[in-house]
């Protein structure tokens, strides 16, 4: 049976979760509804270590996590509550949270092959420059050859319960719908049930001939939840009860 290389618990909902490409390190976009309180923290895909948890910023609600590559993360403020818009770019340390630079003129649009392509939001229409991810200088205007960065990441994809070979699910899936991921021989699977008139949602790790993984993942939720797990490389990430990460590697 398969058992977690680890898990860990945070004292809110795991809102946002980014992954470096280079580093293999994790960064966590925390909130906590009930204080208005965003955090963010840093762990190691490889080793399992925390590098560090409950990191703020001087913005206590209005603030995310855009995206993290080669030691470097970056996080950004909302114009206001209710507006999708993002201002300002803060940099800081991927497994120290130590201040790197910061920009509040300037906005994330994408990660690119090159480094962060960034605009100023004071500009009309909107200019997309190349920044540089140490110092966040700007270095030269966006070209094409400044694609979207591609990683390793791998999601699980819907797939109509009729798909499968009867009898090979656990339980009957909710919906008719499964989330379902192939990787070496497992099949990594996660499905929603109805119990006592509530919604379930599970995860199963299957190798022929049978289960070799399995965690309850939510119980009471009132609606039908997005895709439970991502595959890194050769490490499965899923969030369990929207406040514990855990990771097992496969």
Known sequence: MLQPLFS????????????????????????????????????????????????TTEERWLTGLEAVYDGVALLHYYKHEGSPEHKGIVAIGAQDATALWSNYSHAFDHLSTNGPIVYDTSLQPKKPMLADMITGRPMRSYQPADAPLPNSIAVPANAPA???????????????IVHSLDYNNYRIVSLHTLKNGALQQHLYIMEDPGVVYTDLLNTNIQKLQPEAFVLHKNVLVYIKNKTEIIVLAL
Do not use: C
């Open 8 to 55: 860990h618990q945070f004292g809110g909902t795991i809102w946002r979760m980014e992954i470096d490409e280079l580093t293999d390190i994790l960064l966590l976009e925390i909130r906590n509804s009930d204080d208005k309180q965003v955090s963010f923290a840093s762990l190691s895909l490889t080793t399992g270590q925390l590098y560090f948890e409950g990191f």
């Open 162 to 176: 009729r798909d499968f070979v009867a009898g090979i699910l656990p339980l009957e899936p909710y919906g008719n």
